[in-house]
């Protein structure tokens, strides 16, 4: 035999040997799989929330209210839509917290900073498992009332 057909050859019988791997794996499979696996493998469970992300802008006067996004997070870095409960908002800024509710993973949050420095805002759940996140730094630059023209 040349060793083109016994080339050949080795094909015809590997292909055979990787169809019965595969099948008995299939097998195996199904016969050690809890009874219980194909009811609940139909039903999608949310990804749980595993963090807080807090977006603020960069920039904002003292005194004034600005928006707040506090997002809830599962491990992926997505949001978690299954995700809702109360949030509490609080600064190093001396200013009192904010209390708010997060639904379906997402919450717009008023907020105001007095102190004319950096600061930080921090979100944490209330009730339940405590889940929390910080925000970037947000500069505080003095307020300056529109002028009024007669």
């Known amino acids: 035999m040349t060793s083109e057909k016994l080339s050949r050859l080795g094909r015809v019988v590997l292909l055979p040997r990787v169809l019965c791997a595969a099948l008995l794996t299939t097998l195996c499979f199904l016969y050690t799989a809890p009874a219980h696996c194909h009811a609940t493998a139909t039903k999608h469970q949310p990804p749980e929330a595993v963090m807080l992300h807090v977006a603020v802008p960069r920039m904002v006067s003292s005194g004034q209210p600005f928006t707040v996004l506090v997002s809830a ?3 992926f870095g997505n949001v978690a839509t299954g995700f809702s409960g109360a949030v509490l908002l609080t600064s190093d ?3 009192p917290h904010v209390k708010g509710h997060i639904v379906h993973g997402r919450a717009s949050l008023q907020f105001t900073l007095k ?7 921090k979100a944490e759940t209330i ?3 405590v889940i929390e996140g ?3 730094p947000v500069s505080v630059r003095p307020y300056f009332p ?3 023209t007669h």
Not at 115 to 121: D, H, L, T, V
């Open 146 to 148: 529109p002028k009024r």
């Open 73 to 75: 997070l599962d491990g």
């Open 134 to 136: 910080k925000s970037d």
């Open 115 to 121: 102190a004319q420095k950096g600061s930080y805002i």
């Open 127 to 129: 009730g339940g498992e």
């Open 93 to 95: 800024d001396a200013v």
